[in-house]
């Protein structure tokens, strides 16, 4: 694969990313507008983003920075949305990006897109997510208990927030898999010889 081929292929990748990315904020919008903290909160690219970069970046570096380091900024911009002030670090900071990192590796074991392997990995990522960052104590309230009754009542309540996740990795895996499925299909300088999982 020659350089050139690498770079365009590369910044195609990227900026799908960012393209996915950037409904962060319309979905923030919306939900802002709904006045129902429910209504799209977590119906969001995040897992696909994370899913679609490990599956389909050649370096693994890449898999992990590009993802990670575009939701980081996206979360410090809506943070500060939301609060008119920059949060670098809040209390479940690194369980959040701990699941994404984990989601990016998930995507890197995606042998071959399909339906199938890309739903599979997406119910895996969601769940992963919803045991990860979901521990009462990880935020310092009060909400629930710091025991294991509280982690179940904090996983219970988390159930609408986690399906909108699921269902924001299923519209955007099929918009960023089968956008790049197509594309390939169609422009050579997006294949590569490699097989996905290595």
């Not at 939701?71 to 900071?93: K, P």
């Not at 990192?101 to 997406?122: D, E, M």
Request: with cysteine.
């Amino acid at each position: 694969m020659t350089l050139q081929k690498i770079n365009t292929r590369n910044t195609v990748l990227i900026l799908m990313i960012l393209g996915a990315v950037a409904m962060r904020f319309v979905t923030y919008k919306v939900t802002l507008l709904s006045n129902n903290a429910i209504a799209l909160s977590n119906f969001t690219p995040v897992g696909a983003v994370a899913l679609f970069g490990g599956t389909y970046f050649t370096d693994k570096w890449k898999a992990y920075l590009v993802p990670l380091c575009t939701l980081f900024v996206s979360d410090m911009i809506l943070n500060y949305l939301y609060s008119s002030r920059l949060i670098i670090d809040y209390s479940a900071t690194i369980w959040v990006y701990l699941s994404f990192a984990i989601i990016v590796f998930i995507g890197t074991r995606i042998k071959k897109v399909n339906l199938l392997s890309v739903g599979a990995a997406s119910v895996l990522s969601v769940v992963i997510f919803w045991l990860l960052t979901d521990f009462p104590w990880l935020y310092g309230g009060a909400l629930y208990p710091h025991t294991l009754l509280g982690y179940e009542q904090s996983l219970i309540a988390a159930i609408p927030f986690q399906r909108n996740m699921l269902l924001g990795d299923v519209v955007f895996g099929l918009l960023l898999f089968g956008g790049f499925e197509l594309a390939k299909s169609k422009f050579s300088v997006l294949r590569t010889n490699n097989k996905l999982a290595v």
